[in-house]
């Protein structure tokens, strides 16, 4: 069973950049498509990235594309989320999660392995 802790988060201005890292327990990372979903306080939590499981196909939303790249490294069983251009509206708490499927997807239903959390504040 795959496991995930998230770290990175912080606190920078706007149009600052932060990266984000998840680290994975387990032997069947590599076997799992990977995501970066976000929430916000009062808000439902919400696809930002996603990631095949050869780190060659990957699905951003359309909110964050062109400022964020998320990358893989199966060898070291982590995940990145590079985060440049930021804005207030980014704010979040952000969790990386591990997929049940064969392909990139938005749908959280399609994640059965979540991490706790890091929380990512954009000041203006």
């Known amino acids: 069973q795959v496991q995930l802790v998230e770290s990175g988060g912080g606190l920078v201005q706007a149009v600052g950049s932060l990266r984000l890292s998840c680290a994975a327990s387990?032997?069947?990372?590599?076997?799992?498509?990977m995501g970066w979903f976000r929430q916000a306080p009062e808000k439902e939590r919400e696809f930002v990235a996603s990631?095949?499981?050869?780190?060659?196909?990957?699905y951003y939303a359309d909110s964050v594309k062109g400022r964020f790249t998320i990358s893989r490294d199966n060898a070291k069983n982590t995940g990145d989320l590079q985060m440049n251009s930021l804005k207030p509206e980014d704010t979040a708490v952000y969790y990386c999660?591990?997929?049940?499927?064969?392909?990139?997807?938005?749908?959280?239903?399609?994640?059965?392995?979540w991490g706790q959390g890091t929380q990512v504040t954009v000041s203006s």
């Open positions: 387990g032997r069947t990372f590599s076997s799992r498509v």
């Open positions: 999660a591990a997929g049940t499927g064969l392909y990139t997807t938005d749908s959280p239903n399609k994640y059965n392995t």
């Open positions: 990631i095949s499981m050869s780190g060659r196909s990957t």
